[in-house]
């Protein structure tokens, strides 16, 4: 589906697939985003960042050079998020099915 296609912007104008109607989503996929560091071929250190989509992992083609742009947020930011964080991962979670759905 959407990683058969690739992930890649394009300066041509590609036209719907056959029988799809204007104003249609097509595919609306999660995708997640990695800080990578790892030594390439050549024993050289590499920081990039890169994002999964499904089985897939893409790499824009200036990823270094953003990441290398990439510095802290604010003091007074940086304590907000890591709040906001801390409290999304305290919600408990309640594990008796009070709907009663059936099994």
Do not use: C, H
Not at 6 to 13: F, I, L, P, Q
Not at 16 to 40: E, H, K, S, W
Not at 44 to 57: A, W
Not at 69 to 97: H, T, Y
């Amino acid at each position: 589906m959407f990683e058969n296609r690739g992930v890649k912007s394009s300066t041509r104008v590609e036209m719907a697939p056959p029988g799809v109607t204007n104003n249609t989503v097509l595919d609306l996929i999660p995708m997640t985003q990695f800080a990578l560091r790892y030594v390439d071929g050549e024993g050289k250190l590499k920081t990039t960042t890169i994002v999964q989509v499904g089985d897939q992992f893409y790499e824009p083609r200036n990823a270094e050079a953003w990441t290398k742009e990439l510095g802290p947020v604010n003091d007074w930011l940086r304590k907000l998020l890591v709040a906001q964080v801390a409290a999304k991962k305290s919600v408990a979670v309640d594990s008796v099915d009070v709907v009663g759905a059936p099994a």
